[in-house]
């Protein structure tokens, strides 16, 4: 199974992007998808950013995360 998480991108340089979800920070690609900016919210999948989606969209998906951590028991940590 695969899975794509919803970040925002902090910062850009060259094919890479900072991007944070949960306070945590990393380094993706971008060498799959053009139009990039800071402030966006992507996915991200393997290290690289495979769609950028809106922020409504991302949070949508951050809640159904939440939910499957409440009924698992399980974190995101």
Do not use: F, R
Request: charged share 25%; with cysteine.
């Amino acid at each position: 199974m695969c899975l794509a998480v919803p970040v925002k991108v902090l910062k850009t340089e060259d094919e890479t992007a900072q991007v944070e979800i949960n306070g945590v920070t990393m380094n993706v690609s971008t060498a799959l998808m053009d139009g990039v900016e800071v402030g966006n919210w992507v996915l991200v999948h393997a290290g690289y950013i495979i769609e950028i989606i809106s922020e409504e969209n991302a949070q949508d998906k951050l809640e159904l995360w939440d939910e499957y951590y409440k009924i698992t028991g399980k974190n995101a940590e």
